[in-house]
């Protein structure tokens, strides 16, 4: 969805490393929820996040949603292979949770 | 089951057939909803149900798409007269709360 943009679109980085994926929207986020999916199976869900200025973590994933509620972002501190598979944000634009609008996905490769 | 059952998993049908495709949310789950999530891009919405009442069939893109859930329990997805543009992997999800949903593997389409 053009409402809500993710970058990158794929990213590789060595295991160990950090890395930042962010989510982007042209409107107010009343909810935002980060999923994890890999090839072949269903959405994971990571974490929601609703306040602006909210950060909440799970192991090694950290999800901040910025003051004015437009962009969001997952941070992975040193990554691993299991954290491989595609990101994917979904939004809650004012329609309520059981309409979430989804990005695109951020493919993310660990390369050992 | 523990999770979100959907069947079948893979399905191949020729252009023009209609084809039926199967959701088994979790035990107790009121809310089901299906998402189409086509090659390289995030999940859909089409269409949301609170246990047997469809209260938004917005997202279904024409009137081939037909969904389903009359016991408020399984649900069913059908698809007439099948195009190409339907080809895609159908996700289904339920959910107790409104915040966290639990999707299936999904099913994949792949119209000739």
């Known amino acids: 969805s053009q409402e809500l943009e993710q970058s990158p679109q794929s990213l590789i980085v060595q295991e160990g490393k950090n890395l930042t994926i962010n989510c982007t929207s042209s409107k107010t986020l009343y909810g935002l929820y980060w999923y994890k999916q890999k090839y072949g199976e269903g959405l994971i869900f990571l974490m929601m996040l609703q306040k602006g200025g909210e950060e909440k973590s799970h192991e090694k994933i950290t999800a901040k949603l910025d003051e004015k509620k437009q962009q969001s972002s997952l941070h992975i501190t040193a990554s691993q292979p299991s954290h491989a598979g595609i990101y994917l944000c979904?939004?809650?634009?004012?329609?309520?949770?059981?309409?979430?609008?989804f990005g695109q996905g951020t493919r993310l490769t660990i390369n050992p | 089951g523990a999770g979100v059952s959907q069947s079948p998993r893979y399905k191949v049908a020729k252009r023009g057939q209609d084809v039926a495709l199967r959701c088994d949310p979790i035990s107790g789950h009121v809310s089901l909803f299906w998402y189409q999530q086509a090659l390289g891009q995030g999940p859909e919405f089409l269409t949301y149900?609170?246990?047997?009442?469809?209260?938004?069939k917005s997202g279904l893109p024409s009137d081939r798409f037909f969904a389903e859930r009359p016991e408020g329990s399984v649900s069913t997805l059908k698809i007439q007269r099948t195009q190409q543009e339907d080809s895609a992997v159908y996700l289904c999800a339920s959910s107790l709360t409104r915040w966290e949903l639990f999707f299936g593997e999904g099913s994949r389409l792949t119209v000739l």
């Open positions: 149900f609170q246990n047997e009442a469809q209260l938004d």
């Open positions: 979904g939004a809650d634009m004012g329609q309520g949770a059981q309409k979430l609008v």
